[in-house]
Antibody, heavy 120, light 107 residues
Framework: EVQLVQSGAGVKKPGESLKISCEVSGYSSTDYWIGWVRQMPGKGLEWMGIIYPGDSLTRYSPSFEGQVTISADNFISSAYLQWSSLKASDTAVYFC?????????????WGQGTLVTVSS | DIQMTQSPSTLSASVGDRVTLTCRASQSIDTWLAWYQQKAGKAPKLLIYKASSLQSGVPSRFSGSGSGTEFTLTISSLQPDDFATYYCQQYNSYSGTFGQGTKVEIK
């Protein structure tokens, strides 16, 4: 069974840094993409970016490029989403998701979501 | 960046109704479109990929159609478990984009 397990919820102050994780298990191949999707409170899904852990090829939505960093460690089947300086507007649930097909995938499998709260 | 627009934003329907949700792309995306269902507090679930291919395990009452810029998701007979929010996603361009969602609520 394919599982994406995300790190737990966190409360941070504006200006702090944060790195959340997503660990993949049960997928028989290393040929996949991991994407990150934001959902602000009461709002819709926003596609942030994707990474191919095999060679760390990364693609960002123009809305998120420069605002976050997506990385991966293929040896431990994990992907990461990182902020260097959080803002209150980063408060949201962040989902990781796994996609296989194509250079920009749809997402077959999803993590449970990580709630990030940024508040002074 | 390709924009995706879903309509309606909210749809009120009854169990047993046939419902159709629409998703429009700002430029042609061929059939590179997926549909997801999301229930409150849960992760989205893939229903349809490549505009009309049913994901394994998804009930056959769900179907997708369209190509180019206009797409539809149809639920042939709405069931209690189907009340949720539905999102389309294009995966044609350099970056993917979701529509803003259609909430299907009980009439």
């Amino acid at each position: 069974e394919v599982q994406l397990v995300q790190s737990g919820a966190g409360v941070k102050k504006p200006g702090e840094s944060l790195k959340i994780s997503c660990e993949v298990s049960g997928y028989s191949s290393t040929d996949y993409w991991i994407g990150w999707v934001r959902q602000m409170p009461g709002k819709g899904l926003e596609w942030m970016g994707i990474i191919y852990p095999g060679d760390s090829l990364t693609r960002y939505s123009p809305s998120f490029e420069g605002q976050v960093t997506i990385s991966a460690d293929n040896f431990i089947s994990s992907a990461y989403l990182q902020w260097s300086s959080l803002k209150a507007s980063d408060t949201a649930v962040y989902f990781c998701a796994l996609g296989v097909v194509g250079s920009i995938p749809y997402f077959d499998y999803w993590g449970q979501g990580t709630l990030v709260t940024v508040s002074s | 960046d390709i924009q995706m627009t879903q309509s309606p934003s909210t749809l009120s329907a009854s169990v047993g109704d046939r419902v159709t949700l629409t998703c429009r792309a700002s430029q042609s995306i061929d059939t590179w479109l997926a549909w997801y269902q999301q229930k409150a507090g849960k992760a989205p679930k893939l229903l349809i990929y490549k505009a009309s291919s049913l994901q394994s395990g998804v009930p056959s009452r769900f179907s997708g159609s369209g190509s180019g810029t206009e797409f539809t998701l149809t639920i042939s007979s709405l069931q209690p478990d189907d009340f949720a929010t539905y999102y389309c996603q294009q995966y044609n361009s350099y970056s993917g984009t979701f529509g803003q969602g259609t909430k299907v609520e009980i009439k």
